[in-house]
């Protein structure tokens, strides 16, 4: 039986990740999990993080995943340390391989950063880039307002539009080159950050550094998918199943199937 490799987020923003690694590793079978019924993460607190971050990888664990990866940055700043001391398997996240990705891009040096209340407050984003270049200037906003928009479907509107311009749009007084999108529901809205920060800002997802350091990682531990079996995905979330079905078949682009959760999500506040 081929080993999955397990992804997790808050929600659908997870499948970001989900669909570069379908991507890079046509192969590897995915077990994807979004608590849709919690989201969003990033309001609450680090402690609250943790613990639904522990819920969800004891869940996944019956699936004898060879690999969890932390498709959320809010669960990543919180909880990629307690995951990774918990469990012997690998664990990825998503903050490092962002970061990498824009020290790589920028050419004036000013990155800006865009997150949830919690991921900006953690100084995760920060952190990371400023152990890869010293003398980078790094701009960070928080943006509640984008993950509800991305949970209900409404990625290209009017009050989209307004609420993303009145989040970044002082952003565009800095002299930022590359934009990191901080939390992975943000690329659904890319086309409408991308329009509102202007063509000259470069837009950074950790999806495709995520992918290549997933695959990196397996190359190492001999435990890339062989043959030519195309995969059969599975995907659990904790919410209303008929609305992530609709995004994830309109982002991924092709059918699939849910499985149902069994498991009563505790604590849904
Ligand atoms: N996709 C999560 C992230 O990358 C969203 C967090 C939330 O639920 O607020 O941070």
Known sequence: MQQ??????????????AKEVMRQLPREK??????????????????????????IVDYLIQFNPKMIVIACNT???????DIRSRITIPVVGVINPGARAAIGLT????????????????????QALRE?????????EAC????????????????????????????????????????????????????????????ISSADETAREINTILQEKNKLARGDKVPLHQFFCSGNPLLFKSIAQQWLGEHIQMTPVVWQVPNIS
């Open 30 to 55: 995915i077990i994807y999990f979004g608590d849709t019924a919690r989201t969003p993460y990033g309001p609450r607190s680090s402690e609250e993080i943790v613990r639904f971050t522990r819920e």
């Open 144 to 203: 509640p307002g984008f993950v509800p928009l991305v949970e209900k479907g409404n990625f290209r509107s009017t009050e989209t539009y307004d609420t993303v311009r009145s989040s970044i749009g002082h952003l565009r007084h800095f002299p930022m080159d590359t934009l990191i999108l901080g939390c992975t529901h943000y690329p659904f809205l890319a086309d409408t950050i991308s329009e509102v920060m202007g063509q000259s800002v470069k837009l």
């Open 132 to 140: 890869l270049s010293t003398n980078v200037q790094v701009v960070s």
């Open 4 to 17: 999955p490799i397990a992804i997790l987020d808050s929600g659908v923003g997870g499948l970001t990740v």
């Open 107 to 126: 050419v004036t040096g000013c990155v800006g950063v865009i997150g949830t209340e919690a991921t900006i407050k953690s100084g995760a984003y920060e």
């Open 75 to 81: 669960a990543t700043a919180a909880g990629l340390d």
